[in-house]
């Protein structure tokens, strides 16, 4: 079966750079969710979305955006980076029905801020 | 806000014995769900199992069983007849019913299997 979809699976970039991540969802899911993962850290929830449009924020920095497009595919946009910033970024995805709970996620993408 | 607290940042435990995480939670909600998820060297998030706080009944999904305290506020999570492939960062996680579907997850705990 399909799964959640990101790439890059690594990125380095310098500081003051910018940063594209993306996230294909599992085919139909609807909802799309962001978290980063600091080292030694748990998952922080950052954005997410429903049907394109936005649907939850947490602890999302200024510098960084995000948005979903028709295909619900999600991009995550982060700029003037931080070596602060280096962590792997999860995405996940679930199908918004009634009673169901799970959300499926990707394999991360790894950044790494020099 | 709802927080997650695992108090355990490391255990081990023999392979083919039992083990138990735990985990507890504040929150104001009646109305969420609990997860644990299971993070192998990999960095791979997988769902371990998951409880409906509607449900008395513990979760269970094989060698994984879930002991739900909803009045406590613990949700513990037990792991029989440990393998290797159980070596891994496992985290506790809650999601409200009703205020957004994001995930708030514990810190985390360690386990480490010894054969």
């Known amino acids: 079966a399909a799964g959640v979809i990101q790439s890059p699976r690594h990125l380095i970039k310098e500081k003051r750079e910018t940063a594209t991540l993306k996230c294909y969802p599992i085919?139909?899911?609807?909802?799309v969710y962001w978290y980063q993962q600091g080292p030694g850290q748990d998952p922080q929830f950052l954005i997410s979305?429903?049907?394109?449009?936005?649907?939850d924020k947490g602890s999302i920095p200024d510098r960084f955006s995000a948005q979903q497009f028709s295909d619900y595919h999600s991009e995550l946009n982060m700029s003037s980076l931080e070596l602060g910033d280096s962590a792997l970024y999860f995405c996940?995805?679930?199908?918004?029905?009634?009673?169901?709970?799970?959300?499926?996620f990707g394999q991360g993408t790894r950044l790494t801020v020099v | 806000a709802q927080t997650v607290t695992q108090s355990q940042p490391e255990m081990s435990v023999q392979e083919a014995e039992t083990v138990t995480l735990s985990c507890t939670y504040d929150?104001?909600?009646?109305?969420?769900?609990l997860f644990w998820y299971k993070q192998p060297p990999s960095r791979q998030m997988i769902l371990v199992i998951r409880?409906?706080?509607?449900?008395?009944q513990n979760a269970t999904e094989n060698r994984f069983s879930v002991n739900f305290q909803k009045a406590a506020k613990s949700f513990s999570l037990k792991i029989s007849d440990s393998q290797l492939g159980d070596a891994a960062m496992y985290f506790c996680?809650?999601?409200?019913?009703?205020?957004?579907?994001?995930?708030?997850f514990g810190g985390g705990t360690r386990l480490m299997v010894k054969p």
């Open positions: 996940a995805s679930s199908l918004t029905v009634t009673g169901n709970t799970e959300a499926f």
């Open positions: 085919p139909r899911h609807d909802t």
């Open positions: 979305f429903y049907e394109k449009m936005q649907s």
């Open positions: 929150t104001s909600e009646s109305d969420y769900y």
């Open positions: 409880q409906e706080a509607y449900k008395q």
């Open positions: 996680a809650y999601r409200s019913e009703n205020a957004g579907n994001m995930l708030t």
